[in-house]
């Protein structure tokens, strides 16, 4: 065992192979600064050969950036890189991948035109006599799709499928390139837990086969299942290393939080008011099945002030109906109220202006304006309220932007930084806060936690309750995380094949969701 002194964290020897193996890979010093933010500061970190290294830490305490060092995206400010204990400087991805380095990024990069088969190979394309072979192209990605169990068609366009389908996609083209470390930020974000049971099969199998894995999750029991040994990043530093048979959750979220932490709970010590959000017999047809609701008959109730969790599996319709009703997807049948008045057949920017507002699920297709800076993304949704004809205050607007930073708890550099200069989560935040600034009276959240670290998750849990009690907001939230609904929910709702199923008071249990829901529960 030795000591780094430079961050205080006890780490082992790489030549105690008997624990964690040989470094194949290893970060000497790594600092990264973007302005004025200092992402990295002289980080040590190993990965070992053959083993999966985790690395938990709360958003913007670096995980991505190091890692994006690693794979060739961006420049370290100071510190080198060994590869094999030769220094190595990776200028690009595709210098990284040479050398079999692979990453798979939180945000998904695939190009949405294409086909499944074009984006797996696209840049590496298999050249023949004849140009490019197309057919064993697409005879390749059959088989990749046949190892993670997803019978998706090579010719199908990346952009009809689901999230989830895409995120397959994006790990099936990093695994086509026969990589010996391979790096997942974030890879089962948007899967199924059967998708994620396959993809923890794939990982063992490059494991025998002598691959490294470096795996970013904030899932945290999830990743217990698949880790060697975990890493903690804080603040831009390494705060603890510890291999697997000496780490619990509240190891990891006491290096990664503090002690004492929780989610929250259901606000009290006020009177919910009237029904603000009614949604009475709401149909969406299946566009794919004839006869077929992705939303069946659901009507529910939110009263102001009142915190709702819909809770329900993948492809229970939990997303299709907050769309739906936010006005993003068409309805067949059934009406929406907002505080009594029919907002059926209103835009979706209309239903904004009333105050019925969406967190979409994809932040980067749906939420975020990826050549506007954080500013412009945050005041974009309510630009109205300073524009009068062609002319903008922008001191209002500025002022907007200030108070959404600030109330938001957005880790940035200012409201001109680069919105891809933000981690993942603080990403999130600025679609949240985005929303916030139109001072909805309803605000609808399609999986608020996706990408969020617990402790980013905390932030935004408590600006909803702090938002129900002080300004009788109206919340109803989506998840997927049984724990999600044990936490600021007055009510939880359980949704199955397009139904409401089942409904509990803020006392429910984890086992009486699940059971709902239809999941089975573990022993």
Known sequence: MSTDQSQGVATRSCTDEGQIGEAILSARQIAKSFGNVHALKTVNFDIHRGQVTTLFGENGA???????????????????ILLEGDPVHFASTTEAQHRGISIIHQELSLAPNLNVRDNIFMGRELVGAMGVDFAEEERQTRLLMEDLDEPIDPLTPVEDLRLGQQQIVEIARALST???ILIMDEPTSALSASEVEVLFRVINDLKRRG???????????????????????????MTAYAPRQDIDLEWIVRHMVGEGFDLGSPPEGYALGEVALSLQEICVP?????????????????????????????????????ESVAGRLPISGGQIFLEGQNVSRLSIAQRIEQGLVLVPEDRQRDGL?????????????????????????????????????????IKTDGGDAEIGSLSGGNQQKVVI?????????VVMLDEPSRGIDIGAKAEVFKLLADNARRHSLAVLYSTSEVGECLSIAHRVLVMSRGRLVAEFGADVTKEQIMAASGEAVAA
């Not at 904030?218 to 831009?236: K, N, S």
Request: with cysteine; net charge negative.
């Open 62 to 80: 670096g995980k991505s950036t190091l890692m994006k060092i690693l794979s060739g995206v961006i420049q370290p400010s100071s510190g080198e």
């Open 178 to 180: 026969q990589s010996r």
């Open 211 to 237: 691959v490294s894995i470096v795996y970013i999750s904030h899932h945290l029991e999830e990743a217990l299942q698949i880790t060697d040994h975990a890493v903690v990043l804080r603040d831009g530093s």
């Open 286 to 322: 299946d566009p794919t099945i004839a006869e077929r609701y992705l939303v069946d008959h659901l009507s529910l109730e939110v009263r102001a002030g009142e915190i709702v969790c819909i809770y329900g599996l993948m492809g229970a319709g939990r997303t299709e109906l907050l």
């Open 369 to 409: 304006v990826q050549t506007m800076p954080v500013g412009q993304n945050l005041s974009l949704a309510s630009i109205g309220d300073f524009t009068r004809g062609l002319f903008t205050s922008m001191s209002r607007e500025a002022q907007v932007i200030e108070d959404s930073i600030r109330s938001v708890h």
């Open 433 to 441: 806060g985005k929303m916030m600034a139109t001072q909805p009276k």
